[in-house]
């Protein structure tokens, strides 16, 4: 009998097994906080339904959630022009969904402003390029003006209520845009002194317009 109790008083003196229990213990308890700050973390039993928010304001949206221990984040905003500038057109979860008390809903609303783009540099661009370019940046109101020049079509500026842009300027999405392009025409004079004079490479009898008047050298 006393051999037995020396035996095992051995046995939880050996440093080996010491440190082995030391760990299988400081296991257990880990895994036991594990638990118990997963089941906090989770809050069992505490899920509520995703109220469904399509079409209201900010603000009415927020006093639904914090009703229900939600609050609200907004991540993303379109602008449409025939749309309720504020109202929400989007949830993330959607409505009917459980989550947790205290989980964020993550909406999109119209914007109340339209979203600035850039109109790139487009001079010496052929009208059509100009046109397929714009459209795909969403502007899809263009109108042209042309002014003559010895080539056709193509774009020497890019007018917004009547300003010129520069290259990379931005204007609110989906404004109507001027194409001013070169319309091919050229003219056959010049004016001078508000009369006319035959332009170079004309004769007299090609030009329907006055000269200007020669000067009477008798008077000197």
């Excluded at 042309?146 to 404004?175: D, F, M, N």
Aim: charged share 20%; net charge neutral; aromatic share 6%.
């Amino acid at each position: 009998m006393i051999n037995k109790i020396k035996t095992g008083k051995a046995i939880f003196e050996n440093k080996i097994v010491k440190n082995l229990l030391i760990i299988i213990c400081c296991g257990l308890l880990l895994i036991f906080l594990a638990l118990f700050f997963l089941g906090i973390y989770t809050r069992h039993g505490q899920n509520v339904v995703v109220p469904d928010l399509d079409g209201l304001q900010l603000n009415e949206a927020n006093a639904i959630l914090d009703a229900q221990g939600l609050k609200a984040e907004v991540v993303d905003s379109i602008y449409r022009l025939d749309a309720v500038p504020g109202a929400i057109l989007d949830q993330t979860p959607k409505a009917g969904n459980k989550v947790k008390k205290g989980r964020s809903i993550y909406i999109a609303i119209y914007s109340r402003t339209p979203q600035q783009v850039s109109v790139p540099g487009l001079v010496d661009y052929s009208a059509r390029q100009a046109s397929a370019l714009l459209n795909s940046l969403g502007f899809t109101h263009l109108s042209t003006e042309e002014i003559p020049s010895e080539y056709a079509g193509l774009v020497v500026a890019v007018k917004y209520r009547g300003k010129t842009l520069a290259p990379e300027e931005k204007v609110p999405a989906g404004s109507p845009l001027t194409l001013v392009i070169t319309s091919g025409g050229s003219t056959d004079s010049l004016k001078v002194d508000d009369e006319y004079i035959v332009a170079p490479g004309t004769s007299d009898t090609d030009s329907p317009l006055p000269k200007k008047e020669a000067i009477d050298d008798s008077f000197f």
